[in-house]
């Protein structure tokens, strides 16, 4: 078991970018990630970033890696000076059917898990407990331990069934964190956007962040 390692699962909902995001920033702080991706994941990060992932893990791995060491050059971190060199060392991909996963039993003691972003349907999933790929029995994991799960779910606008699915995990414990970034820090770009949400996606899995803009700093 890697110490104080994170579950990111990614999932077909629009938004892909801050999950990238939020690995780059987890790997700069030196946290190995257990990533798993839903199969219209796949297909939501070629149509919003162009990125064709192959198809089994391993080979999965080693091109979100060397993806992620280019993606967004411009990123604020790196103005900061700190090197990006995200390695399957960093990372590592699981097969949606990996039941052999340390993300598949509470007996591997991984602590934290986020899903970003989360659709509708892995949400419904996960509310009715169905654990029917290693995104939902990772989740069912995390709640039946009593560990910590944050959802970053993004649809607009919302259903009764989807506020209702949101109700009923915000009561299990479930940190639900939608994708609303908000605009009182005055945004200049995308990027600025993003990063507004992955600062408190980072805050909540208590990753020391002193770059995070803080109100009333
Ligand atoms: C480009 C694209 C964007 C999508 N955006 C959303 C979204 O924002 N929210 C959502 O719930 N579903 C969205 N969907 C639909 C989901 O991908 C679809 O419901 C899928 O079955 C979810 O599967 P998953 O939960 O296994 O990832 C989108 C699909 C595509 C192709």
């Known amino acids: 078991m890697k110490q104080a390692s994170i579950i990111v699962a990614i999932t077909g909902a ?3 970018a801050y999950a990238l995001r939020l690995i780059q920033r987890l790997s700069q702080a030196h946290i190995f990630q ?3 991706l839903s199969d219209a994941a796949r297909v939501v990060l070629q149509q919003e970033q162009q990125l064709t992932l192959p ?3 391993a080979s999965t791995t080693q091109a979100l890696a060397q993806y992620l060491t280019k993606y967004h050059v411009q990123d604020r971190v790196q103005h900061h000076g700190h090197d990006l060199n995200i390695t399957p060392d960093s990372i590592r991909c699981y097969g949606l059917k990996d039941w052999f996963s340390p993300t598949a039993s509470g007996s591997a003691g991984i602590q934290r898990m986020i899903i ?3 659709s ?3 949400l419904a999933r996960i509310a009715c407990g169905a654990s029917d790929n290693l995104i939902e029995r990772a989740a069912d994991v995390m709640m039946k331990e ?4 944050i959802i970053v779910p993004r649809e607009t606008p919302l259903s009764s069934i989807h506020l209702e699915n949101m109700l009923k995990l915000s009561r299990l414990g479930v940190h639900i964190m939608p994708a609303m970034p908000g605009f009182y820090h005055h945004p200049q770009s995308v990027d600025d956007i993003i990063d507004f949400m992955v600062d408190r996606m980072l805050d909540h899995l208590e990753i020391t962040n002193s770059k995070a803009q803080r109100w009333g700093a």
Do not use: F, K, N, Y
């Open 55 to 57: 198809e089994d893990a």
């Open 146 to 149: 009593q560990r910590q799960l």
């Open 116 to 118: 970003v972003p989360c």
């Open 120 to 122: 509708m349907g892995t």
């Open 14 to 16: 629009s938004g892909s």
């Open 34 to 36: 257990h990533i798993l």
